[in-house]
């Protein structure tokens, strides 16, 4: 078994009084496209605070390969969702995608050749090549998720955390993202997906969470993604397991 | 740095003329009486105010080295705020760069009273008073349920007001009396040597820690969650720019005052945001248009002999205002010239599309067209010679061209393909597509359309009956038309060599006869004389059938 790229051991996280997340285990392993599942509120964005250290857990630890997160931050890379961005801000496909590589300079070191070249293979990567000079504005919400993406390609992280990735893109804009993310765990990566979708799960997914403020189910989702683990999680939020149905 | 001065352009004054009041400023110094006095005749300001200034031309005054040294105050500040402004607009901050320049008022009055007239003393007090309350407001953004632009007004109007009050303190305990006047509107005809190293030195330090944070700054100001996985620390950075903002506000005191420095700030970025949309040019454009209006603004105070502070900053929005009119694409003027020139090509393809009708029906005339297009006879003419220009009308008869039949044809193709996706996809009745369908047959584009065609699944009907054309290019009797169970022959003529050589390898020659068997997801099958034959769409829509 490979060693864990992320190890999540006992957090618990809260905001203020509220708990969000308790005692939470997971060993986060290269070479799969996790989806993170769970109802609204069940704290999957918290969880990916967490691990990004942008959050302080009330107990437990996470380490990226073995050691906090702060001595790793180079090696993972979040992509949020495309909602939290003024996209009026005058900055060109081609800055946001650059930004990938601003955690590889010291403070006075310029851009150089390479990190261009590695900025254009990205954009040709998710198909955004023609777009490199136009205002990121401009664009297509699915384009501007594919600008997201190719920003974290750039970085050549280790581990991918991308916060709903398909919500509010076009469908050529989900296949070709997902087919990029499985490529990605094919070369070795790990990638995390917060997800909502429930029929989409078996096809994108190897591996699932499902989470409601605490760690439902975890494992293959072969295995895991059952009726009853479903339930569970969703409980009290049934309308959603009969509008999607599509475990069975 | 900052001289308080009694209010020399007070109406009283009989001239009325800034310079000549000038010369008989009065500056507040620091002497063991703490009394204002007049200052020494071989001040370097005085020399150049003559009562009769009126005949001194501007190159004369310029010559000056009171004029010179206002000069390069100005230059620096437009320079500094304009660069400085850009992240201050972008992080919706411009509120608290007019809060910061207010609330440094009891720093400076603080000063005074502690050591008394010092330039370093001021600019020392301006910035802790500066920091304490950006400080303060944004403790009051993150700890306490008020909103943010209220915390930023209470936060600003406290400090200012302790500052008035420190003022009347000390005018009634030390019997020195501090005009605000020029704390609010500056006054840089009086810049000395010390205020103009200052100047300089804020200047530059704002450049390079630009220039060396600027990554820093970029990211935190376009996505803060981003920054900080990147470790860098959004508090740091926020707080620093409070800093640099702190600095360049206290530097601009002496030329433009606590109420215009926002107008340094903020008028040259937002000039400068209509005109590009690359953060590096954002940031140049604004410190030229910043320099230009400190610059401009300083000239005209001269020459119209009025104040310079409001003169800069009244320059600064007359850019602005060039900007928001005459832009490219973000400008007022762009944006109309770009809707009427929408509007004409609307009604150019409207006209086309009735001639074609006409045409087709062997009853085209100007009286028809007049009549049928509802348009006047001198905007119909217009329209028709823009089509002659074209070429899709023939020069000496009206009569449509080939080209102006095919782009005619695509427009038809258009309508009645929205037409078709309103009734189908969308489920609209067949009275309400037709308006729809006009205006948007002039907006949809060839990508649009082939997909929208190919979501339909290449119908050959829209929903009134009426024959879609066939995309120009292609064959008139593509055998993609041909529906399943239905039979016809390969035709002589194919729309290419291509075409041909793919047909002949498939064996399928001229006058071939065959049957459609079905339809499937990208195929056809067809049947050759008893065999099966899978063709892809895409070969199948450039097959010419027998009609």
């Known amino acids: 078994m490979p060693n864990p790229v992320i190890t999540i051991k006992g957090l618990s996280v809260s905001y203020g009084r509220k708990r969000v997340l308790t005692n939470i285990f997971m060993d986060i392993e290269p070479g799969h496209v996790y989806g993170?599942?769970?109802?609204?509120?069940?704290?999957?964005?918290?969880?990916?605070?967490?691990?990004?250290?942008?959050?302080?857990?009330?107990?437990?630890?996470?380490?990226?390969?073995?050691?906090?997160?702060?001595?790793?931050?180079?090696?993972?890379?979040?992509?949020?969702?495309?909602?939290?961005?003024?996209?009026?801000?005058?900055?060109?496909?081609?800055?946001?995608?650059?930004?990938?590589?601003?955690p590889h300079k010291k403070l006075l070191q310029r851009m150089n050749e390479h990190d261009k070249a590695l900025a254009r293979k990205a954009l040709r990567e998710v198909g955004m090549e023609q777009f490199e000079n136009?205002?990121?504005?401009?664009?297509?919400?699915?384009?501007?998720?594919?600008?997201?993406?190719?920003?974290?390609?750039?970085?050549?992280?280790?581990?991918?955390?991308?916060?709903?990735?398909?919500?509010?893109?076009d469908i050529t804009t989900e296949e070709k993202i997902i087919h990029i993310l499985k490529k990605l765990a094919a070369e070795g990566k790990t990638i995390l997906v917060i997800h909502h979708d429930l029929s989409s799960v078996p096809e994108y997914f190897s591996r699932i969470a499902l989470i409601n403020q605490r760690l439902i189910t975890f494992g293959d989702t072969a295995e895991v993604f059952t009726k009853e683990n479903i339930a569970n999680a969703y409980s009290g939020q049934l309308p959603i397991l009969h509008q999607t149905g599509g475990w069975e | 740095m900052l001289k308080l001065l009694p209010g020399h352009y007070h109406g009283g004054q009989t001239s009325g003329n800034y310079l000549v009041s000038h010369g008989a400023t009065v500056f507040l110094h620091s002497n063991k009486e703490k009394r204002l006095r007049i200052p020494p005749a071989n001040s370097g300001m005085r020399r150049g105010s003559r009562p009769k200034k009126t005949k001194m031309g501007l190159l004369e005054i310029l010559q000056q080295e009171w004029a010179v040294r206002a000069l390069i105050a100005s230059s620096m500040v437009g320079l500094m705020c304009g660069v400085l402004g850009c992240f201050i607009v972008l992080r919706n901050m411009s509120l608290i760069g007019d809060a910061l320049s207010h609330a440094i008022l009891p720093g400076v009055v603080f000063a005074f009273m502690i050591v008394g007239y010092s330039a370093l003393g001021f600019f020392v007090g301006s910035v802790v008073a500066g920091l304490a309350t950006a400080f303060v407001i944004t403790w009051?953004?993150?700890?306490?349920?008020?909103?943010?632009?209220?915390?930023?007004?209470?936060?600003?109007?406290?400090?200012?007001?302790?500052?008035v009050m420190g003022i009347s303190w000390i005018s009634r305990n030390e019997g020195v009396h501090l005009d605000l006047k020029d704390f609010l509107f500056g006054n840089v005809l009086g810049v000395s040597n010390q205020d103009l190293a200052l100047t300089s030195m804020v200047a530059v330090y704002v450049f390079i820690s630009i220039i060396v944070f600027y990554r820093q700054l970029f990211v935190t100001t376009f996505q803060p969650v981003i920054a900080q996985t990147m470790g860098i620390s959004i508090k740091m950075i926020h707080y620093f720019l409070m800093l640099l903002l702190s600095f360049a506000v206290v530097a601009s005191l002496q030329t433009v005052g606590v109420i215009l420095v926002v107008a340094m700030l903020i008028t040259p970025a937002s000039t400068a945001l209509l005109l590009s949309n690359r953060l590096e040019w954002v940031l140049v454009i604004s410190a030229l248009v910043g320099l230009a209006s400190a610059i401009l603004g300083l000239l005209g105070a001269i020459i119209f002999e009025t104040t310079p502070g409001p003169a800069m900053a009244v320059m600064a929005t007359i850019l602005y205002l060039l900007a928001v009119f005459f832009a490219p694409e973000k400008g007022v003027l762009f944006k109309a010239i770009q809707r009427r020139r929408i509007r004409r090509r609307v009604q150019q393809e409207d006209t086309l599309k009735q001639a074609y009708r006409l045409q087709e029906e062997g009853l085209l005339s100007q009286e028809r067209l007049e009549q049928q297009l509802g348009l006047g006879r001198g905007i119909l003419q217009a329209n028709l010679q823009s089509l002659r220009k074209k070429g899709w009308l023939a020069k000496q008869k009206l009569e449509l061209t080939p080209e102006g039949i095919q782009a005619a044809r695509r427009l038809v193709r258009a309508h009645r393909l929205w037409e078709t996706y309103l009734a189908d996809r969308i489920g609209l009745n067949t009275e309400q597509i037709h308006d729809e369908a006009e205006q948007y047959e002039h907006h949809l584009t060839d990508e649009i359309l082939d997909e929208v065609e190919r979501v339909l699944g290449f119908p050959t009907?829209?929903?009134?009956?009426?024959?879609?054309?066939?995309?120009?290019?292609?064959?008139?009797?593509?055998?993609?038309?041909?529906?399943?169970?239905?039979?016809?022959?390969?035709?002589?003529?194919q729309a290419s060599e291509q075409v041909t050589?793919?047909?002949?390898?498939?064996?399928?020659?001229?006058?071939?006869?065959?049957?459609?068997?079905?339809?499937?997801?990208?195929?056809?099958?067809?049947?050759?004389?008893?065999?099966?034959?899978?063709?892809?769409?895409?070969?199948?829509?450039?097959?010419?059938?027998?009609g």
């Open chain 2, 461 to 493: 009907l829209d929903p009134h009956g009426s024959p879609i054309p066939v995309k120009p290019g292609l064959p008139g009797h593509p055998l993609s038309r041909i529906a399943a169970g239905q039979a016809s022959r390969i035709a002589r003529q």
């Open chain 2, 140 to 163: 009051i953004q993150h700890n306490v349920g008020t909103k943010n632009d209220a915390a930023v007004g209470i936060v600003f109007t406290a400090m200012f007001s302790i500052g």
């Open chain 1, 134 to 169: 136009r205002q990121a504005g401009e664009l297509s919400g699915g384009q501007q998720q594919r600008v997201f993406l190719a920003r974290a390609l750039c970085q050549e992280a280790e581990a991918f955390l991308l916060d709903e990735p398909f919500v509010g893109v």
């Open chain 1, 36 to 102: 993170i599942l769970g109802p609204n509120g069940a704290g999957k964005s918290t969880l990916f605070k967490a691990i990004l250290g942008l959050m302080e857990p009330n107990a437990g630890a996470i380490l990226v390969k073995g050691k906090p997160i702060e001595e790793h931050r180079k090696e993972v890379v979040y992509v949020p969702q495309k909602s939290d961005v003024d996209w009026t801000f005058p900055a060109t496909v081609f800055d946001i995608v650059l930004m990938g590589r601003y």
């Open chain 2, 501 to 546: 050589a793919r047909l002949w390898e498939l064996g399928l020659l001229p006058g071939t006869p065959f049957s459609v068997r079905q339809k499937e997801e990208g195929f056809i099958e067809i049947d050759v004389s008893g065999q099966a034959l899978k063709l892809p769409d895409s070969l199948a829509r450039q097959v010419n059938v027998e």
